[in-house]
């Protein structure tokens, strides 16, 4: 088959890449002619891709980029300006495609680029297959929420959004929550695939053997990984580690993997509060995996309206194995840590509930442990993408009309 995947957001500039489109794409180039359009820009560096020729050869699929001028900010008038440069270029290098995809498989966000990929599809009677990795424009409203006012101005990216639900033949979800934003607009697609993010946990546990630290001291690490910004509450995490060592607990090391908008402010206020942080900025997934797995907790600290549901973090911290101290609000997450007993739910933006939670499996191992044995076969049964992606390639490989 000749495939067409678009995916905005992807890295190319190692040859080992734990991105969702990335993997799919080599899946489907053992046995069908692929190509992978991305951005010229990293949305994580904010800046323009050091595209490395050689990588873009190294791959069983084609490795296009399209230019993107950039932003700094991640909502900012200029962010959706260069999503709109980006879409006009994707729409130029369609129309001098030369072939006709028998499917397109399109990431979505960016809306633009969605828009532009449901149009060529439409145009051209090719099979469209959308994979939604975040609802737009509900996590802007996240950061950007006057009552009237936000739903003027996001009204129209709501209907953009409606427009390439309404257009898919098949619909992919990273999880169910948003699998069901998407039922309301579309009724006539065969397949409802709600396949979480996901890590290949055989590569996974081979990161975990190279790069785990050890540790000789009686320090309990929390562990956190992702964006440092507005939609993760490390302050109230950093609250309830200062409650902890009001009552006298000081062996506990708060590990923060990442970085964004809010990381200067959230070091300050650690130093402040004098709590013992480490942050490392981002690192590469490999060692990341180390760094994470030589902790003893995880957190998951989402604010309150939040749109995201079944989000990287937490399959991270799944295939490690660690017990999860959980704040976010969505009911599909908060049920698999009931269900499959993996740590505790915390009432959102409450540090006397984080620190009680923490404090609790901070003094018994056996219960990190057993919650953490629970974790991890939640990573085996929903989270493993050797297993989980094959109903992803299924349906992409699928000739029904």
């Known amino acids: 088959m000749r495939i067409l995947i678009i995916a905005q957001f992807i890295s190319i500039l190692k040859e080992k890449e734990n991105n969702r489109f990335n993997y799919i794409a080599s899946i489907l180039g053992k046995s069908n002619n692929v190509e992978l359009i991305t951005s010229t820009f990293s949305h ?48 130029k290098y369609l129309s001098r495609l030369d ?4 499917v397109i498989y399109c990431g979505i966000p960016s809306l633009d680029v969605a828009k532009v990929s449901a149009q060529y599809a439409k145009k051209n009677n090719i099979r469209f297959i959308i994979d939604i990795q975040d609802l737009w424009p509900e996590a802007f409203k996240m950061v950007f929420n006057v009552p009237i006012i936000s739903n003027i101005i996001f009204y129209p990216m709501k209907k ?4 390439i639900y309404k257009q ?102 650690a130093k402040e509060e004098n709590i013992d942080c480490e942050f490392t900025g981002i690192l590469d997934y490999e060692k990341m995996v180390g760094y994470l797995c030589s902790c003893d907790i995880a957190v998951n600290p989402i604010k309150v309206r939040s749109a995201a549901s079944i989000i990287n973090k ?26 499959y007993k993996i740590g505790f739910n915390c009432e959102n933006g409450n540090p006397k509930d ?18 953490g044995k629970n ?27």
Request: glycine share 4%; proline share 2%; net charge positive.
């Open 44 to 91: 994580s560096n904010k800046c323009q891709k050091n595209i490395n020729k050689d990588l873009l050869q190294n791959h069983n699929y084609k490795l296009t980029t399209v230019y993107e001028p950039g932003y700094k900010k991640n909502v900012s008038i200029k962010r959706f300006y260069s999503h709109y440069i980006l879409s006009k270029n994707l729409k």
């Open 99 to 102: 072939y006709k995809p028998d």
């Open 160 to 163: 953009e959004a409606n427009y």
């Open 168 to 269: 898919a033949d098949e619909i992919v979800a990273v999880s169910e929550t948003y699998m069901e934003r998407a039922s309301r607009i579309n009724k006539k697609y065969n397949n409802k695939l709600n396949i979480f993010l996901g890590t290949d946990l055989k590569y996974f546990d081979k990161c975990k053997i190279e790069n785990k630290r050890k540790y000789e001291d009686n320090f309990i690490r929390i562990a956190y990984i992702g964006t440092l910004g507005y939609s993760y509450d490390l302050k109230c995490v950093m609250n309830a580690l200062k409650i902890l060592k009001e009552q006298g607990i000081e062996n506990i090391k708060f590990i923060i993997m990442g970085k964004g908008p809010l990381k200067e402010e959230f070091e300050h206020y």
């Open 314 to 339: 937490v399959g991270d911290y799944a295939a490690a194995g660690l017990p999860v101290i959980n704040t976010q609000e969505c009911k599909e997450y908060r049920n698999l840590v009931e269900n």
């Open 354 to 371: 984080v620190a009680e939670k923490i404090g609790i499996l901070s003094c018994n191992a056996e219960l990190r442990k057993k919650l």
């Open 375 to 401: 974790n991890r076969r939640l990573a085996e049964e929903k989270f493993d993408r050797r297993i989980t992606y094959k109903q992803i390639i299924k349906i992409i490989e699928s000739k029904e009309e």
